[in-house]
């Protein structure tokens, strides 16, 4: 019975610390998610204010921005005229 407990209890411990890594992985897949959002937002204000500054010729919209490394995007566009953009 005793080792029944401490199988039972071992079992329960790693249940706890999978929970845990798959809560920590959920956090920073949102916390990812979460920049990227912020990155293709920020790109697209840009995107309009240059647009209605006539700094580009048409106007362009930002669909998602891909992380290319530390600090470094590509955001691409639907448009034949420009494919992406990339910076860091």
């Known amino acids: 019975m005793n ?10 411990d790693e249940l706890i610390s999978e929970r845990q890594d798959s809560s920590e992985l959920i956090l920073h897949k949102l916390n990812v998610d979460g920049v ?4 293709k937002l920020m790109t697209q204000e840009t995107l309009d204010e240059l647009f ?3 700094l580009i ?3 362009l919209t930002a669909y998602k921005a891909n992380a290319d490394g ?3 995007y590509t955001i691409p566009f639907r448009d034949s005229r420009i494919h992406s953009i990339s910076f860091s």
């Open 36 to 39: 990227r959002e912020h990155i």
């Open 57 to 59: 010729p048409f106007k």
């Open 3 to 12: 080792l029944a407990l401490r199988t039972s209890e071992r079992t329960s």
């Open 70 to 72: 530390p600090g470094a």
């Open 52 to 54: 209605i500054k006539k």
